[in-house]
C-alpha cells in the first residue's frame, strides 16, 4: 500500500511541476493581477478534479465485479484516444486574441483545466 502511496506522489509531483498551459497561465495572471489572481488560478484543478475522481472511483469500485464490461470501456476509451490523436494532426490554424478582458481568474483556471 504505502509503495503506490509513494509511486503516485512521484509520479503527481513530477505531472504537477512539469511545464504546460496550466503553469503558464498561472505565471501570467500573477504577473498581471498579483499573487492572488495566480492562486485562485493554481486552485482551479482541485475544484474541477475532484468531483471528476470521487465520481470515477465510485463508478469503477461498482464496474469492478464486470471484467467484460471493463473490457468494453477500455476497448472503447483506447478508439477514442486514437480519434483525438487523429483530429490533433489535422488541426487547421490557431488565432491568438491579444485583446485586454477582465481578470476572472478562477474562471480562466477552471476552463484550461476542466476536461474538454
Do not use: W
Not at 38 to 65: E, N, Q, Y
Not at 85 to 108: F, V
Not at 109 to 116: E, F
Amino acid at each position: 500500500m504505502i509503495t503506490f502511496l509513494v509511486t503516485g506522489s512521484i509520479l503527481g509531483l513530477s505531472a504537477g511541476f512539469a511545464p504546460g498551459p496550466l503553469l503558464v497561465l498561472v505565471i501570467s495572471e500573477t504577473l498581471q493581477h498579483g499573487l492572488k489572481a495566480g492562486m485562485k488560478v493554481a486552485l482551479a484543478p482541485v475544484l474541477t478534479d475532484l468531483p471528476i475522481i470521487v465520481f470515477s472511483l465510485l463508478v469503477l469500485v461498482k464496474l469492478s465485479r464486470f471484467h467484460n464490461t471493463l473490457a468494453i470501456i477500455s476497448i472503447l476509451g483506447g478508439f477514442f484516444i486514437m480519434y483525438l490523436g487523429i483530429k490533433n494532426i489535422k488541426i487547421k490554424g490557431l488565432h491568438i486574441d491579444n485583446e485586454t478582458s477582465p481578470q476572472r481568474s478562477l474562471q480562466k483556471g477552471i476552463c484550461l483545466s476542466a476536461p474538454k
